[in-house]
């Protein structure tokens, strides 16, 4: 009998990640590997063996459909290609292409424009006309357990510029959604069809560095103060998985309404997400009521000019924080108010983000900040 009650890895959920090379799916305490069960799912071994899901995204949604599908119709036949699940290393499921950031978390935007600019609701004028993005590197994208060394940067002292490890890193709450099926040069995605070219969720956590971030930032936009690492979860959420538990929040309201190539369902996966410091919790926020911008509006956003995105590429959703800052911040600059009010992340420090909805979840996304 295959034991999944309780745990966020249901037979429901089945998310795809990567160890030993090879691509698994996760299912209670323990994990099918897809190399041993490919003959009983008439699948090319060669899709699933490799170093990341890549050969599986390439195979396209009929296929990682079916592979779910057949597990999930009779899981006890699956039982010869199960290992434990503990005893796994994970890797980086994807292949990461593009990594777009998104800004679509409007408290987080609004709180830490109240931080710089006071007396104002923190928004810039384009924020409910644009879902605002910069594009990061996707060469240091990293998978939960890796070690965040304390980065260099840029950083003010008594007003001068000085090399120095940053004094003000920081995490960033978000969900990221990861591409499955691209599109062909000046053939923009549609809204509405969108979500037939994600394959899965991860959550990301954008380690940030925010003084070396607050000097370079003028005026183009975040750099070394985020590339030195983004950590992403293994174990990577279909949008199938989630298709159940999705309600329309925030993104329901928009206020005005985008304009008509923004125009969509407004519904998102009803996650739960919490971050803890060193065993303690210091954030519980749900995403529907604080994500301004789906992940269908960014992606019709980002391929209406023309560009293309790949299989692989990722879209966070950037920063989510609830509207009380002390409990459902999702960085520690707005929970300290930019330090003023305690403080950024000290050597040692864990950093355990997770997100749930019902028997759905991620199973933790881990990070151990390390001395420069
Ligand atoms: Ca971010």
């Known amino acids: 009998v295959i034991a999944a009650e309780g745990s966020p890895f249901s037979l429901a959920n089945l998310p795809f990640g990567v160890a030993r090379g090879r691509a698994h799916l996760a299912l209670g305490e323990r994990a099918i590997d897809l190399v041993e069960a490919a003959p009983l799912l008439d ?43 503990a005893s796994l290393h994970m890797e980086l499921p994807v292949t990461i292409g593009d990594y777009v950031d998104g800004y679509g978390g409007i408290h987080h935007a609004s709180t830490c424009g109240q931080i710089f600019r006071p007396d104002t609701d923190g928004l810039t004028p384009n924020y409910r006309s644009v879902p605002v ?37 920081d995490f960033e709450l978000e969900l990221g959604v990861i591409v499955g099926v691209g599109n062909e040069p000046g053939r923009p995605i549609p809204v509405d069809r969108a979500d037939e070219h994600l394959f899965g969720y991860v ?30 979860s293994p174990w990577v959420i279909t949008i199938d998985a989630l298709a159940p538990h999705r309600v329309v929040g925030l993104a329901g309201e928009q206020d005005p309404p985008p304009l008509s190539y923004l125009r969509g369902d407004p519904a998102v996966p009803d996650l739960h997400l919490s971050v803890d410091v060193d065993g303690e919790r210091v954030t519980d926020v749900d995403l529907a009521p ?83």
Do not use: C
């Not at 070690?147 to 890193?169: K, S, Y």
């Open 43 to 85: 699948l090319d071994p060669s899709i699933v063996d490799g170093r990341r899901l890549d050969g599986l995204l390439a195979a396209g949604p009929a296929t990682w459909r079916g592979v779910r599908a057949a597990i999930q119709e009779d899981p006890e036949r699956f039982e010869p290609a199960m290992v434990d699940r």
């Open 203 to 232: 959550l990301v956590n954008d380690w940030s560095a925010r003084d070396v971030q607050a000097w370079e930032s003028m005026p183009l936009g975040p750099y070394l103060g985020k590339s030195f690492a983004t950590s992403i």
């Open 290 to 372: 604080s994500l301004y911008w789906t992940a269908a509006q960014q992606l019709a956003h980002a391929t209406v000019n023309g560009a293309t995105v790949r299989p692989g590429d990722l879209f966070a959703s950037g920063t989510i924080s609830g509207t009380d800052r002390l409990t459902q911040s999702g960085s520690l600059l707005e929970r300290t108010w930019r330090g003023t009010e305690g403080r950024f992340l000290q050597d040692g420090d864990v950093v355990v983000m997770d997100g749930r909805v019902g028997d759905v979840g991620f199973g933790g996304l881990t990070g151990r900040i390390v001395e420069a």
């Open 133 to 169: 993005a910069y594009h990061g590197r996707s060469g240091t994208i990293v998978v939960s357990g890796t070690d965040i060394r304390r980065p260099a940067g840029q950083v003010l002292v008594d007003g001068a510029p000085v090399l120095a490890p940053t004094a003000m890193l």
